[in-house]
């Protein structure tokens, strides 16, 4: 993973251990972070399970444009299809993707990965970003890294 991927999963750790409001926001802190230090990170957020309705997403915190997107079914759109598959999954070019929900015309690549908790998908950090094809391997394994931090650190 790249330096700069490496020292900001480093400082969200020591963060989360020492920065008492920083847990508090735990989610929105992450997105925050994400959004200042990341260039090509223009909006971040996580769509969480519903507790209420079966196979259902809504948007929890996120930085960025707002979205219409507050609710998405399981299989709708690259955030339903990683719910349903469970699967990490990297748009480089969002319009070569059918099934896509589209946020701003100024998106034009996405990742989201799956948050995993004892085995159970509880939730996705979706990024979208106003460049095409910036995410790489990298990415994937620096999200997956955050999301086993949130779950170390009992924030989702
Ligand atoms: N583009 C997403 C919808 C969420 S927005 O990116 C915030 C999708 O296709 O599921």
Redesign the pocket.
């Given at each position: 993973m790249n330096e700069l991927y490496k020292s900001i999963l480093q400082e969200i750790e020591s963060d989360l251990k020492n920065a008492p409001e920083a847990k508090r926001q735990c989610l929105q802190y992450i997105c925050d972070t994400l959004k200042e230090k990341i260039e090509d990170y223009d909006?971040v957020?996580f769509?969480l399970v519903s507790e209420k309705i079966p196979e259902l997403l809504e948007?929890g915190p996120?930085n960025?444009a707002p979205?219409d997107?507050t609710e998405?079914p399981f299989g709708?759109?690259?955030?339903?299809?990683?719910a349903s598959k469970k699967k990490t999954m990297i748009?480089q070019d969002?319009r070569q993707?059918e099934?896509?929900?589209?946020?701003s015309i100024d998106?034009k690549s996405?990742i989201?990965v799956p948050i995993i908790k004892e085995g159970k998908f509880v939730g996705e950090i979706?990024i979208?970003s106003h460049k095409k094809s910036p995410f790489g391997e990298d990415d994937e394994t620096f999200l997956q890294e955050i999301g086993k931090i949130l779950i170390k650190e009992d924030c989702i």
């Open positions: 909006w957020g769509y948007l996120f960025g979205t997107h998405i709708k759109g690259v955030c339903g299809q990683v748009i969002v993707e099934n896509y929900l589209a946020c998106v996405e989201v979706d979208d």
